[in-house]
């Protein structure tokens, strides 16, 4: 499809600044995987409709299948590739992986990304804001016990500062 | 990948700019505010504007104002998470706070504002789909065809107001402030719709949604229902929206009862709204009321679950809103 006008944009993600040439109407989810080969992000319904494509822009969750980068110039933007830091995961991505919250995997970007921006508001949420503020990713195969286990578990760890392995009873759930 | 179509992006930064290029450019344009109505649509080829006028840029436009004694006024591009978490919101609008929290999920509610919310799209099952399958049935009235297939006798298009915040904005009696290259003018909320799913909003074809604004709160409290098939997500299939003022006696001084999702436009439950006056709202006067009200409401077979059902729902769902406030 020809587009009517390429436009030159300035996006930071993952702290480092890109600045490339995309047709006005191309998403954040289609540049990011497409342009910068970011395909951490994935494209589910691309309506809205699952929150896989879920990124965080200025620490808030939003939805990269329905955002234009040229409305995201001097925003912040970290995709699931910018969590894990000096080469180690971030405790909510080890937290997932310890309890099996990640089954085929194709939601936990999204899931890790609005967990992060949950913990960084509450390093102690209840199980009801865990619930609340994961209300817009779906996943298909896990059932969401385990996820909000693993972000329990996450913030745990992050409270005490410890990122060694779980005790068992943590690990085999409650 | 379902992508957009091609189109031109300005990025106004006044309103007064925004309401020229509106102007100058005619109806291949329109307004986008956070795009969680309009890029979906866009994607299914039911809305191909050639210009995109984005509003987020327009500082004027974001933000809340004043006290809830003399009233507050909220800029249209207030994101709905920014309108619900406000303090003042939550503390003296808990009800407007609480509808707004019903619409669809947190992350959406980042994105999406209020004045996008207001002027939102009517829905149908034969319009929002894919341009594929609605080329499959020949289209319909509302984009690209000539029969409703809703009703195929119907002059008009039943598609459905399906907003969250616009049934409670009704029942508390807020406002809507627009600008246009004509000026400004203010318009009450319930008067803001059509009972046309093509034409669902009065609103001249250069003209902005600025602000909306709440009355003083004055001893009135209010409440908000929603019946959707999952509690994320989903659009409602009935938005039940009731305000009361009550003597300190518990009788009704006044009450005004709005039903969304049942036709394009809100509905008011007039007659409840007269048997409620005046008395204090005893068991048997609530069942009564509820009765009247579900008169009003004549939803369409043209959106989620049964449409029987959803009518005998609104009985339900007035009484447990009457009850809430009692
Ligand atoms: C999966 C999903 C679920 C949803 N669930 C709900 C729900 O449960 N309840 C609900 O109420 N809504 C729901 N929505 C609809 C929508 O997301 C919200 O109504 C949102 O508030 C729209 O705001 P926006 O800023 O994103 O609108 P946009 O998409 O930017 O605009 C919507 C319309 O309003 C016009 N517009 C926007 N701003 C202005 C303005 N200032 N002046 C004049 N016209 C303007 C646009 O031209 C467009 O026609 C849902 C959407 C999706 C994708
Ligand atoms: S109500 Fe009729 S005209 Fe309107 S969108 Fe539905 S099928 Fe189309
Ligand atoms: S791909 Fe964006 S919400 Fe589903
Ligand atoms: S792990 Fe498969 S969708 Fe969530």
Request: glycine residues 8%; charged residues 20%; aromatic residues 6%.
């Amino acid at each position: 499809m020809s587009s009517l006008s390429k436009l030159r944009v300035r996006l930071r993600v993952n702290g480092e600044e890109h600045e490339m040439l995309v047709p006005v109407e191309k998403t954040l989810l289609e540049v990011l995987r497409e342009d910068m080969g970011l395909t951490g992000t994935k494209h589910g319904c691309e309506l809205g409709e699952c929150g896989a494509c879920a990124v965080l822009v200025d620490g808030k969750p939003v939805l990269s299948c329905l955002a234009l980068p040229v409305e995201l110039e001097g925003h912040e933007i970290m995709t699931v590739e910018g969590l894990a830091a000096a080469g180690r995961m971030h405790p909510l991505q080890e937290a997932f992986a310890d309890l099996g919250a990640a089954q085929c995997g194709y939601c936990t970007p999204g899931f890790l990304l609005a967990a992060k921006s949950l913990l960084e508001q509450s390093s102690d949420p209840t199980r009801d804001e865990i619930k609340d503020a994961l209300a817009g990713n779906l996943c298909r195969c896990t059932g969401y016990i385990k996820i909000y286990e693993a972000v329990e578990l996450a913030a745990r760890r992050m409270r005490s500062g410890s990122e060694t392995a779980p005790e068992q009873a943590v690990l085999y759930g409650r | 990948m379902m992508r957009l179509p091609a189109f031109t992006y300005a990025a106004p930064r006044s309103i007064d700019e925004a309401a020229r290029i509106l102007a100058g450019e005619g109806p291949q344009a329109m307004l986008v505010a956070g795009g969680t109505d309009l890029y979906p649509n866009m994607k299914r080829r039911q809305q191909s504007p050639r210009v995109l006028i984005g509003l987020r840029g327009i500082r004027e436009l974001s933000g809340i104002t004043g006290i809830p004694t003399t009233g507050l006024s909220i800029g249209a591009c207030t994101t709905l998470t920014d309108l619900s978490t406000h303090r003042l919101v939550v503390e003296s609008y808990p009800a407007l706070s609480r509808a707004v929290r019903t619409i669809s999920t947190p992350i959406l509610r980042n994105m999406g504002t209020i004045g996008g919310n207001i002027c939102l799209d009517t829905r149908c099952n034969y319009y929002d789909q894919s341009y594929e399958w609605r080329r499959a049935i020949n289209f319909c009235m509302k984009c690209d065809g000539d029969t409703c297939w809703v009703a195929p006798s119907s002059r008009t298009c039943l598609a459905v107001n399906s907003s969250d915040s616009v049934p409670l904005l009704c029942a508390i009696g807020a406002t809507v402030r627009l600008a246009g290259t004509h000026g400004h003018r203010e318009i009450a909320m319930r008067d803001f719709y059509n009972k046309d799913g093509i034409r669902y909003i009065n609103k001249q074809p250069d003209e902005i949604v600025t602000h909306i604004a709440l009355p003083p709160v004055n001893g009135w409290s209010a409440t908000y229902h929603k019946l959707a098939r999952r509690g994320s997500f989903d659009f409602p299939v009935l938005g039940v929206a009731v305000a009361m003022w009550r003597d300190p006696d518990g009788t009704v001084l006044d009450a005004r009862i709005y039903l969304n999702a049942v036709a394009s436009a809100p509905v008011e439950a007039a007659e409840a709204r007269q048997a409620l006056i005046g008395h204090k709202p005893t068991p048997d006067l609530i069942a009564h009321a509820s009765h009247l009200a579900s008169i009003n409401a004549k939803p369409m077979d043209n959106t989620d679950l049964d449409y029987a059902w959803r009518k005998k729902m609104v009985r339900v769902y007035v009484r447990r809103a009457l009850n809430g406030l009692s």
